[in-house]
Structure formats: structure tokens, C-alpha cells
């Protein structure tokens, strides 16, 4: 499928590049703002992204697949993450993950057939003080139990 | 006691508020010496980086070349991945400026154009907060072009925020330049150090958040204020993040020199249910854990942690009861090791699934006696044969954990288990628990 930006994201990534003193620096936040506009990182996304900042598309791809938050297929509406490392695990965090994965049907990296919701087992995600926690989409939902996390992640529509 | 990176002022963030206590004085002064005596003064307050070596900072700043004509570049490491590590959020959100304030006081004493603030991909939240910040300091003159005219002086620089993209490895300095040129985050070789060849091949310093936050204050009260708080050796405050069995986690800023068991029991507000310790990792996930017997009289300063066997890292607390599972502790922190190895060397990329899977072995019941051998000869043969200290980082938790806590993971191997090889030559493969079957 082609994949063409809009004109609007266009301006944003001019704006990118007056950041940098060569234009290959900017492919992580247009990587960004390609995965804002398609949902996730195509071979078609790549080969634009390249084009654009006339750099080889291999370099395009090992940047996109170096780095765990650029989709490389399809994420949920939903992205669930949820943060299983030791200061989340000592406070409940996967009580937290397998009551996510268990209500939704969902492993790790999987999406839900009606494309709602995908889950994440994430590293770290610097909620330590403030643990378990489920960060949905870009926001942060810190101090759960699993049924307030249920709870949460059912409010969204 | 008081707060020298996050203090207890209402609304600090805003820059009014921030201006009204003194913001900016110190940039102004700073601004005014020579770049030389800012060094100097950095040197003698004897401030040394919160990101996890703890190395001079006024050192650091001093191998930036005088005379070249390459453009010189600051880097600000908000990456922040270590598991047990949340200060730099506290900073993006509640003390922005004083970042801001220290990034063109740190740009100037370096003679740096341009600043890369690094701060991690996930945190959305706070890249938004730190570009609002950093866009309101652009609109009041205090950064860019127009800092000219606001200084009344010649220099100017750029900050810029670079977004990470979830690498655990990109904490790492040569990394974190890598990934600001758009690279994959694997680590550099050094020598040449960032200093000589840096970002894009040009003179570099890298820099903790929190170490930077500290310099405006540094500059306005002097060095020998600085040096005065804390451990002589290590002065000043640390942001102590505390994880993990305490019934009050969160970000203490506390002196340097500061008893880990008061931080436990009289800030953290001591484990629940008044259980006993078992076991605390006093800097972050990376660093040796200690046994709930040695922690008493511990300071925490770099000098006094490495004396005690561990070190002080990003001063991320993690907290451990009495009940805790440490074989699944370490199980968990292996696999992050393993997630986050960036497969750039060898012993690494293949040692830490090594580890993963015989710990894996072990929480399962299946390991046998010659796995915690193994396990320590895999950690022995990642340590020190890597480019960069994630080898090292891998390793020490796997070393240091067995050798305190070696009865609970002889505990749970049994000695009936028989890993002995059959086919000797296709050894580990043809054994009764194939180690390729458990899964990660």
C-alpha cells in the first residue's frame, strides 16, 4: 500500500531537520511521526521515510527495528503495556499483566481480533516509585491493582 | 535539609515562579567569568556525575579541546532506563528550568553551539512538559539568538530534544550519540573518547540530567558550599529513587553520606508489614546486590558503596522482604539484560540468553548443582569482553547474586538431576532438560 505523508506532517518534519546538521539524524522522530499517521511502520513507510531523507532504506530499516516502540506490524487502538521488571514485579505487576492477558485472550505482542487492544510486556518504564503500572497508548496509569487496571483499560472506547 | 535539585517551591515549573527564586541569576553570572574559571569552580565543588560512574564533572568538561574548529556538542543523557531509576520525570516535571538553566551554563563553560537533551521514548508525558518549558524559555529570550541581547553577551547556543525509542542501551554515552545521528544505538569502541570524536565526529560531553540541574546552584552559592554537603568525596545531594517493599516508594533527595538504612526506614517509611530485609540493590538493577545482613553502617556515597561491595549507579533504591523470591528476582532482571543487550558483541548477545535460560531452568525446578557453574562461568565470559559496560551490567547481578545468596539457589536445584551430557561432543543438547525448550 502507498504511503504518502500529509501535508501537515510534512511541514513537522521540515521543522525536524532544522534540528540537525544532517538530515539521516532525523529519522527516529519521522519515524515517529510516520507511525502517528499509519499506525505502524510498513516496508512502504520505510521506503518513503528513506526517499525523504534521501538516505538507503536498509538504513531506514535497521533503525525501525533496532527500536522497540516503532510497530512493525499493526498495534491494537490500544496499545497496553504493562511493566513486569523487578520494582514493578515486587508490587504485583504481573498480577497485573496476567489479569490483562487473561481477560483479553492476549499474549505478548499479540492484538485482539477486533483490534482494540494489544499487549506488552515492557522493560522498565521509570515507575518504580509509583508501582505496578499500565501505560496505555503515550499515558502513564500508575499505583493499580489488577481489577483498577481492568477497570481502566475497559473505560476506553 | 535542604533541596538543591528539586526544591520544595509550588509551581517551579512555571517560569515566573522559577525567575521570582533567583532563576536565570546564575546563567547571568556565569555568563560574565571565563569559561576556564567555570570549569574551575565545577572542579572544585567536586560534583561528580548521577548517572552512574560518578566521575568528576569539572574533569570531564576539561577534555573538551580549547582549540579546534570544529563545532562542539553537549549531550544530556534523560534516557533513564535503569529498572529502579525515576529521578530525571521528577526533574522534567517539577524543575525544568533549572535543566534549561544548567544546559546553557554547562554549553557555555564547554563552548558548545548546540545541546541534545536525550530524553527517552516513553516518556511521552515528560517530552511534552520539557518542550513546553524549553519553548517558553526560547519565547523569553533565555535561549537561542536572543539570549544575546537578554545576557547582554556574544554566546548563544540551541537545545534541542531528541526523542528515544525504547533501547535501554541508547543510556549509554556513545549509544546515546549513535542514536541522536539516527544510527542503531550500538556502542562505540573507545578510545577515541567523546571528547575528541563525539557527535558526528566532533568534540562532545555527555552529561546526566541531574548532574546538570545541579550547576546553577553550584555557580550562585559557590563551590565551597557545594562541597561542604555530604561526603566530602562525593558531595552534595543524590535523588534517591526507593523501590521495590517500602510503604512509601518514591524520589528522596538526600545528602550524599546518607546512612541506605535511614533512607529505608525513615523516608521510605520501612517494609511492609514490618518484615525483615532480605536483600536491597542500592543503584539500580545494574549494580551488586547486597545481603540484609551487610547493610548496616552503609553510607550512601560511591567511596562508601564500592567498600562495601556494590556501588551507587543512578541511586535507584530497590527494596526486598523477607518473602522474596530471589531466583525469580534474577531470572527477571536476566531477562531484562537479555531484551536490552543491543547483539553488538558477542558475549553478550549470546552469554545473557545463556543466563536467562538456565535461571529459567532453575524457577522451573529442572536445574541441577552444575547450573549455578554455569552460570557463573557465562557471567565470568561476558564480564569485561564487551565494548560497552551493559556486558558488565548483565554479569555483576548474576555474580554478586549468587555468591550472597548461593543457598537459596542450591535450594531449589536438585541434585538428582543429571545435566550430564550423553553425546559429549554435542554436549548441553542431548542433556535429560534440553536447555533450547525453555522458554524465554
Not at chain 2, 157 to 164: A, E, P, T
Not at chain 2, 294 to 320: N, P, W, Y
Not at chain 2, 335 to 362: A, D, V
Request: charged share 25%; proline share 5%.
Amino acid at each position: 500500500m502507498e504511503f504518502v505523508f500529509s501535508e501537515e506532517n510534512l511541514r513537522k518534519i521540515e521543522n525536524i531537520l532544522k534540528k540537525y546538521p544532517v538530515k539521516k539524524a532525523a529519522v527516529m522522530p519521522v519515524l515517529y511521526v510516520a507511525q502517528e499517521q499509519n499506525g505502524w511502520i510498513s516496508t512502504e513507510v520505510m521506503r518513503e521515510v528513506a526517499r525523504i531523507l534521501e538516505i538507503p532504506e536498509e538504513d531506514v530499516l535497521g533503525v525501525a527495528t533496532f527500536y522497540t516502540m516503532y510497530h512493525k506490524k499493526p498495534a491494537g487502538k490500544y496499545h497496553l503495556q504493562v511493566c513486569t521488571n523487578v520494582s514493578c514485579m515486587l508490587r504485583g505487576g504481573y498480577a497485573v499483566y496476567d489479569a490483562v492477558k487473561n481477560k483479553y485472550g492476549l499474549k505478548n505482542g499479540s492484538v485482539t481480533d477486533d483490534g482494540k487492544y494489544s499487549l506488552e510486556e515492557v522493560e522498565c518504564m521509570g515507575s518504580c516509585g509509583t508501582a505496578p503500572m499500565i501505560a496505555i497508548n503515550e499515558d502513564y496509569f500508575e499505583n493499580l491493582t489488577p481489577e483498577q487496571a481492568l477497570a481502566i483499560i475497559e473505560s476506553m472506547k | 535539609m535542604e533541596r538543591i535539585v528539586l526544591p520544595e517551591i509550588e509551581n517551579l515549573h512555571n517560569i515566573d515562579v522559577y525567575i521570582a527564586n533567583n532563576g536565570f541569576a546564575a546563567a547571568r553570572k556565569a555568563l560574565l567569568m571565563s569559561p576556564d574559571d567555570i570549569i574551575d569552580v565545577v572542579k572544585k565543588s567536586g560534583l561528580r556525575g548521577r548517572g552512574g560512574a560518578a566521575f568528576s564533572t569539572g574533569l570531564k568538561w576539561s577534555f573538551m579541546p580549547k582549540s579546534t574548529d570544529k563545532p562542539k556538542y553537549l549531550c544530556i543523557n534523560g534516557d533513564e532506563s535503569e529498572p529502579g531509576s525515576f529521578k530525571d520525570r521528577q526533574i522534567f516535571e517539577f524543575n525544568p528550568h533549572q535543566l534549561i538553566e544548567g544546559i546553557i551554563i554547562t554549553c557555555y563553560a564547554i563552548q558548545a553551539k548546540s545541546a541534545y537533551l536525550y530524553i527517552r521514548g516513553e516518556y511521552h508525558k515528560w517530552v511534552n512538559l520539557m518542550e513546553t518549558a524549553l519553548e517558553t524559555a526560547y519565547a523569553r529570550g533565555f535561549v537561542g539568538e536572543e539570549m544575546k541581547k537578554t545576557f547582554n553577551t556574544d554566546f548563544s547556543c540551541n537545545i534541542y530534544i531528541h526523542k528515544g525509542a525504547g533501547a535501554y542501551i541508547c543510556g549509554e554515552e556513545s549509544s546515546l550519540m549513535n542514536s541522536i545521528e539516527g544510527k542503531r544505538g550500538y556502542p562505540r569502541v573507545k578510545p577515541p573518547f567523546p571528547a575528541q570524536n563525539g557527535l558526528w565526529g566532533n568534540p562532545t560531553t555527555i552529561n546526566n540530567v541531574e548532574t546538570i540541574t545541579n550547576i546553577p546552584p553550584i555557580i550562585n552559592k559557590g563551590w565551597e558550599w557545594f562541597s561542604a554537603i555530604g561526603e566530602p568525596k562525593h558531595p552534595g545531594t543524590i535523588l534517591f529513587g526507593v523501590s521495590g517493599h517500602v510503604n512509601k516508594p518514591g524520589v528522596y533527595e538526600l545528602p550524599s553520606g546518607t546512612l541506605l538504612t535511614d533512607v529505608i526506614y525513615n523516608y521510605a517509611g520501612g517494609v511492609p508489614g514490618n518484615k525483615k530485609i532480605k536483600c536491597v540493590i542500592p543503584g539500580g538493577s545494574s549494580m551488586p546486590p547486597l545481603r540484609g545482613d551487610q547493610l548496616e553502617g552503609i553510607k550512601m556515597d560511591a567511596e562508601s558503596l564500592r567498600a562495601a561491595g556494590s556501588a551507587i549507579g543512578t541511586g535507584g533504591i530497590m527494596v526486598m522482604d523477607e518473602d522474596t523470591d530471589l531466583v525469580k528476582v534474577l531470572a527477571r532482571i536476566a531477562k531484562f539484560y537479555y531484551h536490552e543487550s543491543c547483539g553488538q558483541c558477542t558475549p553478550c548477545r549470546e552469554g545473557t540468553g545463556w543466563m536467562l535460560k538456565l535461571l529459567n531452568r532453575i524457577v522451573n525446578g529442572e536445574g541441577s548443582q552444575r547450573d549455578i557453574d554455569l552460570l557463573l562461568s557465562v557471567a565470568n565470559n561476558i564480564e569485561g569482553n564487551t565494548v560497552c559496560a551493559l556486558g558488565e551490567a548483565a554479569a555483576w547481578p548474576v555474580k554478586f547474586m549468587l555468591m550472597r545468596f548461593r543457598d537459596e539457589f542450591e535450594a531449589r536445584v536438585s541434585p538428582h538431576i543429571n545435566l550430564e551430557p550423553k553425546n559429549k561432543v554435542h554436549s548441553m543438547r542431548h542433556t535429560v532438560n534440553p536447555i533450547d525448550k525453555v522458554e524465554i
